[in-house]
């Protein structure tokens, strides 16, 4: 029997898969297996991959090809249709683990043996080294996941997305929690980590390094200024209609919108990197998204929030002059949400 899963897509990380590779062979068991999940990459990437898992490169790989690119959300779901183990945990291509990892974290999930735990990581910038926590001061105790959604005005566990900064049980998977939102490029993660936080049982946070994050990749789409940077409206368009469905919405809508309303802040601010045609669109579609959000916790949102960036999203917010009637009030039920999202962008 499998007793883990590792899925990991790759798409043009040539300079930084085969790392990869060799720490995933640090980390090899005899019951574990490496589902790689080729994203139509257009390098050497594809015969780096062929050399590791037909070429015996490393144990328990197994390979899987797109035939078109599809993004980080549709390989990661591919992965996952493959896996086979109890237990999953995600990587990216360009990443890497430290030596021994993935058994210690295997054997802390069996020990707590919670549905899923949370790690901290190390960020990788050149030659800089930069610890990150996952914003939880309980270690080590099983907790239930909804406790660490709040409070609003406060950093917590749905505000440290990064799917690979954990490890899950299979039941997870059975239950629908584990996969994401098909076809988005970025923030798909946002819609999981609180859909994981809203429905799972069970979790704890543990103090265990490992994973190293490379930052300011050339490829990433984080330094990539296209209209695929976009999808993070669609994404927290998915979290504010599945939150407003949530039986306690009136108690997470709060926490779900000043999130919403400092991810638009923080692009704004970094309009810069857009092409020109994206950055106008960038504005548009935040003025729509906030004008779509319940309009009384945009208030307290920006309330809490520094004057200048509060002052630049409420002139973005301003209705623009009307050619029909305007709709506002809460976030509509995920029928209606599916198709003001695929709108917004």
Not at 117 to 134: C, I, L, P
Not at 201 to 211: H, I, R, W, Y
Not at 288 to 295: G, V
Request: glycine share 6%; hydrophobic share 45%.
């Amino acid at each position: 029997m499998v007793k883990l899963s590792v899925i990991v897509p790759f798409y043009n990380v040539q300079e930084f898969a085969q790392d990869m590779l060799r720490s995933l062979a640090l980390n090899a068991r005899s019951d574990f297996e490496f589902v790689l999940v080729d994203d139509c990459s257009t390098d050497r990437t594809p015969e780096i991959l062929e050399h590791a898992a037909l070429g015996g490169g490393l144990p328990g790989a197994r390979l899987i090809r797109h035939r078109a690119n599809a993004g980080l959300a549709t390989a990661r779901n591919s992965g996952l249709d493959a896996a086979e183990g109890e237990y999953l945990a995600f990587l990216d291509g360009d990443d890497w683990l430290a030596p021994g990892y993935l058994p210690r974290l295997l054997a802390a999930i069996e020990r707590l043996g919670c549905d899923f735990v949370r790690t901290d990581h190390v960020q990788a910038t050149g030659r800089e080294r930069v610890v990150h926590r996952v914003p939880h001061g309980l270690r080590n105790v099983v907790l239930p996941p909804r406790a660490a959604i709040l409070p609003a005005d406060r950093a917590t566990c749905v505000d440290y997305p990064y799917a690979w900064a954990g490890m899950y049980h299979r039941r997870l998977k059975e239950a629908g929690l584990l996969h994401f939102t098909d076809g988005l490029r970025t923030a798909e993660d946002r819609p999981w980590i609180w859909r994981l936080h809203r429905e799972a049982d069970s979790f704890a946070v543990l103090g265990l390094l490992g994973v190293f994050y490379r930052r300011g990749v050339a490829t990433s789409l984080t330094q990539i200024g296209d209209v695929r940077q976009l999808d993070f409206i669609r994404a927290f368009d998915q979290v504010l209609a599945d939150t407003a469905a949530d039986p306690r919405a009136d108690e997470l809508l709060p926490k779900a919108v000043r999130t919403y309303c400092a991810i638009i802040s923080h692009h704004l601010a970094g309009q810069d990197r857009f092409q020109p045609h994206v950055a106008r669109r960038l504005r548009s579609s935040s003025a729509r998204a906030l004008r779509r959000m319940p309009q009384d916790l945009v208030d307290s949102a920006l309330d809490a929030m520094d004057l200048e960036r509060a002052a630049v999203l409420r002139r973005l917010r301003r209705p623009a002059p009307l050619r029909g009637p305007a709709v506002f009030g809460r976030v509509p039920r995920p029928g209606a949400a599916a198709r003001t999202a695929g709108a917004a962008v």
